[in-house]
């Protein structure tokens, strides 16, 4: 009998699949039909409980496709996968892995993007997501995704809009709550930050316990890494303090994907207790840096079709 590990992907019912350590969820992936896109929520802080990010603007109804964390571009080949004004759909195709173990939690799916016309997919996006959990409850959420279209080839068009998002909670945000948004050269703000190369963003600000009568507050954050393998990187970011932040991999160009070589994109989340800490996220990213890729390959053991291995 196998022995029980401390990191599982425990699939549910209605389209969910919860990300767990120690029993408790920190993040769960949602890939239902009732929504344009699949998304991550909640983004659960270390310490407080509560989720970091949010579905939905605080005051915008037009920005309900915000969902906490997705994948989406504004422009592919002209259409509009960003925005729920639009047929364009992602839709989880499979499910290709599920791999628990005590040092990490992983899971690999198919995503394909749809016009909203023709029945097959524009493209293909594997998706591996890697769950690796810290000291003091802390945990990263690695996002490593593989973009093959149907056609030779395929064209991400400019925009500021793509590839990662992320919707932080309203008590986080710098206009409706009290947060501090900072980047890898020590800048904050959004005047100095938005459009403007950086390694990571971090958004960190005051959330409250979750379960505590009191309603005792503390600091906890996000920072979001963008990879020296990626063809932006160091990105452009649209930052904004309403609570939102994203790598803009196609701010200054288009970017092409072949089916020969296709776009890959990696980023890592931290999330975190206490504010931005400029020492930790860099060295974060310097190690970072230098671990392999993953990808998934015909399984060694029984009963299971695929596995994630390291490149």
Known sequence: MAALTRCEVVPLPDHQVSFQVDGQEVTCWHFGPQAPRPYFYPIRGPRSGASLTRMGHPGAPNHDHHRSV???????????FWSDQTEARIRQQEWLVYQDGDAEAAMAVKLG????HDTQPLLDQELIAILR???????????????????????????????LAVRMAKSISVHFGD?????????????????????WIDYSGMVAVTGNSDRSLLTEGITYFDHPRNVSYPSKWHVREDGWMGASACRDQAI?????????????????????????????SRNWAVEPDYRTVRATEPHQSLQIERI
């Not at 947060?179 to 459009?195: M, Q």
Request: proline share 5%.
């Open 179 to 199: 947060g501090k948004i900072t980047g890898s050269e020590g800048t904050t703000g959004e005047a100095d930050l938005f459009g403007q190369p950086s390694a």
């Open 256 to 284: 092409i994907t072949t089916r020969e070589d296709p776009l890959r994109l990696r980023y890592r989340l931290h999330i975190h207790h206490g504010p931005a800490d400029l020492a930790r996220a860099g060295e974060i």
């Open 70 to 80: 997705w994948f989406a571009h504004q422009q592919l080949l002209g259409i509009d």
């Open 133 to 163: 959990p810290l000291e003091n409850d802390e945990y990263t959420l690695d996002l490593h995704s593989t973009f093959v279209p149907r056609a030779e080839q395929i064209e991400f068009q400019q925009t500021n809009f793509g590839f």
């Open 113 to 116: 993007w749809y016009d909203g």
